[in-house]
DNA sequence: TTGAAAGCGATACCAC
DNA sequence: GTGGTATCGCTTTCAA
């Protein structure tokens, strides 16, 4: 593979002078600039990455950590954040976390080690992680910036983007309320601020709504789709058994309606199920899923814009918190057909 | 972030040394080698990977290419490319080709200015390259080995790994011939060599079960969701309308069957539905769809470890090719209620 | 068993 | 406008 010194040779110039060229950058002359132009497509040359990085200690990686690649609502935020990252020469550098406290701080590691020009982390939760900032810090020293997806208090001017979730969870609950449910399970995820503040939601809907809240209806999962499924086969057995159910996350909430499915029980006349996300699942599965339409896409997309203005300088200033509005799809899961 | 020198400073050594004990070659003494130890612990050094690719003229980056990130198909694959490549070290770099034959040369070629060690391309149709060793040959000049998904002819000695298209679409359409149709529409792909093959799965089951074949009942669509949804609109106004309809994949059969629901057609009562693919959400749609099972995970591993050996040398014979077979996976949206 | 030094491919400062 | 050259952090002979 042709190096700067081989398009020098053959341009008749030096490797400085290419390397203007390339990089538009410093006077060179329209007719320097051609004949170097002209040898660097004779060669097919492209500037070896590797190299530049030495130099510029830039590697246009970035390092993205999510908790759980299979939940779509990470596929979808990794596409905003990839569309919005591609066109300016960066790459992605994709690892799972697995919600395991352990394995980010391995992740995070690593991606210094892989010298990243910046990463964005997300996480249901960043205050298991005890000192996030301790974390943080060796990325933020070494000039490798960092943004959050999440809350978490820092020390340091860090931007993070969130969702709305205790408003989220208010509107399904609400909704459940109003179609006449005074019964709502609850299917929670991991202890986390995630659930914590969906919970919040669920509560006050509750109270708003002068309904009781009952402890006893509220059953946890994991985020993941066997638990959705485990957890409604609780409530099942539950007694007198609630007419609906909330799940803090879409894969749970159609583990939770596969599980009704097994049992023969109908969605929504008998159960009625809301779920969180609005991941494309819902409106695959019959009935079709009401969800809380979080805005993932674009989440993504204000992760990776946070971030490239602090790479490249263009804002330096506070610690910048987006929150994503909630809006609720209603769809068939909770809405019986007569009242349609 | 500390280099090499600052490890050998601390640990009374020479870089020479320390660059042994990192990558465990060369003799280095116990002793020294704890003391070298104990420094990159102390310093939290881990070596710049653009330093090593300068000078070992390896960057540990795997080029991914793909035709549709959004189907599930090639999440699978992928996952099952990461697995296997991580553990060793390397990290994949994705682009999608978008079935598009120029932009598939241009990542090619990106893959080759980001100096991959190696690049796995995916295509349904490779032929549409016309000539695809000018799109091999620098990537293999260069050292970069390549492996396919798919089929094409090259001169190279290529390792490829496939999956039997023709037997696939053989025991789908077999089965619906055994369930009693004699009038299945073919909901098929963009040209290209995985449609062809698909076809003639089709074709043969007709030919060997004495079915008469029936041009007029291909309807040609692109993969994608909506035009499967297209394609079952215009099969609908077929007349005679056929009773069952085999998509050459699933996303097109998910689009089917949203247009049979949205028309009221039961499936599989009025028409039968059947795909191809076996992704994860035959099993979350009702009926779930009946599919041809395509060990995508496994061909994802086969994939990296046919490219893995060839990098390592561990093998450097004629190119292997490996054909996974297939197996139908039969659901509801085949099976009427009585048959069951 | 260890160290000195050349070289990988680029960038950027300093001369001219 | 252009060229010479030190430098980035590491690997790898070659000597010692």
Redesign the interface.
């Known amino acids: ?1 042709s190096s700067i010194y081989q398009v020098a040779e053959m341009a008749g110039v030096s490797v400085a002078t290419v390397s203007r060229v390339i990089n538009e950058r410093g006077y060179v002359s329209e007719k320097t600039r051609l004949k170097v132009q002209e040898a660097i497509n004779i060669l ?1 040359y ?6 530049q ?2 130099t510029t200690s830039s ?1 246009k990686l970035i390092g993205l950590l999510v908790p759980d ?1 299979n939940n779509p609502v990470f ?1 979808e935020q990794s ?1 905003g954040i ?1 569309d919005y990252l591609k066109d300016k020469g960066y ?4 690892a799972e976390s697995g919600e395991d406290d352990e394995e980010m701080s391995n992740m995070v ?1 690593r991606f ?4 990243v020009d910046g990463m964005i982390l997300c996480s249901r939760d960043f205050t298991q992680f005890g000192d996030m900032d301790a974390i943080i810090e ?1 990325a933020l020293k ?1 000039n490798v910036h960092v943004v959050l997806n999440g809350y978490v208090d820092s020390k340091f001017e860090i931007d993070r983007v969130g969702f709305d979730n205790v408003r989220g969870a208010y509107l399904a609950t609400e909704h459940l309320l109003k179609m006449g449910h005074s019964s709502i399970a609850l299917i929670a995820g991991t202890d986390s601020t995630i659930s914590e503040e969906r919970y919040r939601g669920y509560r006050e809907a509750h109270i708003d709504n002068h309904v009781s809240l009952n402890p006893a209806l509220v059953v946890k999962g994991d985020f993941r789709q066997h638990s959705g499924y485990e957890a409604m086969l609780k409530i099942l057995q539950m007694n007198p058994r609630p007419t609906a159910v909330f799940a803090m996350n879409d894969v749970m909430a ?1 583990g939770a309606m596969m599980a009704l499915e097994d049992h023969k029980v109908s969605v929504p006349d008998e159960i009625a199920v809301a779920g969180f996300d609005d991941i494309i ?1 819902c409106s ?3 009935p079709r899923l009401t969800s809380v339409v979080q805005p993932k896409y674009e989440i993504g997309k204000k992760l990776a814009e946070f971030l490239l203005s602090r790479m490249n300088d263009s804002y330096s200033g506070p610690g910048r918190h987006e929150i994503f509005g909630s809006r609720l799809a209603v769809r068939q899961s909770t809405v019986k057909s007569e009242q349609q």
């Open positions: 593979m097919h492209t500037p070896n990455q590797a190299a990085s030495l590697t690649i596929l596409k990839n790459i992605l550098m994709y590691r210094l080690s892989n010298r060796p070494n159609i699942w695959l599965i019959r």
